[in-house]
């Protein structure tokens, strides 16, 4: 079987072997529900409290501060419903264009409902232009979503900022931190961010868990309702060996946090550097600067993205063009569009994202893999001609 | 250590064995995200289709009828609320008062919000007036939600005949079958219920997963929005692991459907008719033929439930007394009460709920046990008097 290399991390993890291990017990042996009265369900409760305090140290939290969920999107759209429950005279929400879909769609959905809608726009490089974003906040904004790090280009937003801002205007703040949880240092300890969501599964913790981070004191409103769990801030019986898995998937990815900024680092930046002096036409979209350490997205004049993908495929090589959650459809990214990369080389933008699974000659087959992966693409266009290099250049 | 003897499948079950083998995989080797455009993810949703088919095929589905949700609360939510969005103009909702809180609290939130809730009463068995059921109905009337059977009786509600009523006015009909799936037979093909909801770790499949069933052409609007998943019916990344196991459950469930209505029937009927026999005023809570076979409900007079519960966790014996969805209350149980079943008694009742994995052994040392437990609490209580069972019997 030919070996595969995973290098699109930011779409999902494996989840890593120290976390299957801690979750196993929990399927057929004590598989009790931590709201019976029995001994047998009741010692999974203690489970649960080890698991929320190992959530919230990894980012400066308190654990009554945790909600667990079922994934990101629950806890965007929870966070969105709250806030709106929070201040039902308010009518404007403000974001940007380049959020997720559990941000984007629900605020669309939103719009049909009568809300007012503002998606700021990024430059180039994915950046918000803050004195826009001040201008945008008025009496009437209920809650400002923007995300910490873009999913696709990994470029950061000012979140920490832009919260402060907020929280001087009594607005709430939701940060998606799908992205950044796990690698960069958060610590909702020393910011004003009211929400913030987390997914298990981009930090090598099972898929079908996330949580809400609720700053203490916010008003909140639950989204699924039912049972008194989660203390009445989300019903629905827990999800014990997932959330015993995401507070190990927590402590892991504390632990590993450095290597992400160094080690990582180290190889994204030489798979980005060495594709850019080995192909012609090509650029990195996003900011090169404030950016994950895992990730880049690599655009690649006068070919498909999906064909590239398809090559690397058969090396064994796994990658993303645009993000998993809207792949499907033929339309470049919406985050490459709002960012005005030219339509011919949205089309072709591949986003590696790697982990610290990620090995160095794993990076170095692909460093020697992609070259002739994008010439013999364009051997094969109609749009590349051996000038085109010369002439754009 | 003490062996643990589990008749609490109505609070949640184990994970069985083969299920979960079946999920191992998919946490640390196959772990990619089936929207990825490469086969490594590729791969993984081939297996989401096999195991949406096996889900459907336990209720006589179609596989396309099948969305994956995080548990029957939010299957539950997302029917109610579906059902509203597609009758704007409609008001009114028909439930039960012995519905599961995910259907009880979020019509109390929704008759908050302007809808009008007719929780239809139960009598002495537990079991609906049809009567008055009809004459529910309105030209008003958007969504019924009744329950399958009952967590805490096992009592089941005429869902199909309902149905048909409801079908015949234009009227959505919801039921929550968490608890009636996998113990009897249920076949879409042949009933008018619009949507259904099932949840994972009720029949022997892990926490954190459930389906709703959504009728072809029922008019439907998400819950959770985001991603283009479930299409376009549930956002977020599919739980992978979960979903495989679930669909091997229903393939187990399936097998065992004849299990449940022999031997555990024969087990819960005998634990039943042994602790009448032996133990002085106690009673079944609920109507004794239409009911699951594998719950009982039993009342004992003059001892809280709490006790009895606190000394069968000395012998290993978990049960429980109220649902496990609103314990941790002091209230008795609103099923009960909705019965109209006297306060001393609903204060005494336990609810034992057996599996296909319940032994007769296991049975026989319950059935030693609970005579001298209600015995002891008897002689401890300032209730109980020696001449009280002559003076009420």
Known sequence: MMKTIYLDNNA????????????????????GNPSSMHSFGGQVAGKVREAREKVADLIGASPEEIIFTSCGTESDNT??????AAHLEKRHIVTSRVEHPAIKVLCSHLSKKGYRITELPVNGDGLLDMDQYERSLTPDTAVVSLMWANNETGV???????????RERGILFHSDAVQAVGKIPISMM?????????????????????????????????????GHQEKNRRGGTENIPSIIGLGK???????????????V??????????????????????????RLPNTTNISFGFVEGESILLMMDEYGICASSGS??????????????????????????????????????????????????????????????PDNQRAMS
Chains 1, 2 share one sequence.
């Open 324 to 385: 998993a959650c809207t792949s499907g459809s033929l339309q470049p990214s919406h985050v490459l569009r709002a960012m005005g990369v030219p339509f011919t080389m949205a089309h072709g933008s591949i986003r590696f994202s790697l982990s610290v699974y990620s090995r160095e000659e794993e990076i170095d087959f692909v460093i020697a893999k992609i070259p002739p992966i994008i010439g013999r693409l364009r051997e094969l266009s109609p749009f590349w001609k």
């Open 79 to 84: 966070a969105i419903l709250s806030a709106l």
């Open 190 to 226: 020393i910011n004003d961010i009211d929400m913030l969501s987390l997914s298990g599964h981009k930090i090598h913790g099972p898929k079908g868990i996330g949580i809400l981070y609720v700053r203490k004191g916010t008003k909140f409103s639950p989204f699924l309702v039912g």
């Open 156 to 166: 950061f937003f000012p979140v920490e900022k832009a919260a402060k801002m907020a």
């Open 265 to 290: 680092r180290r190889l994204r930046d030489r798979l980005e550097n060495e594709i850019l002096a080995r192909v012609p036409e090509c650029r990195i979209n996003g900011d090169r600067v404030n």
């Open 249 to 263: 998937a927590c402590e892991v990815a504390k632990l590993n946090l450095s290597t992400e900024n160094t080690t």
């Open 12 to 31: 999902t993890t494996q989840v890593a072997p120290e976390v299957v291990e801690v979750m196993l017990p929990y399927f057929h042996e004590l598989y």
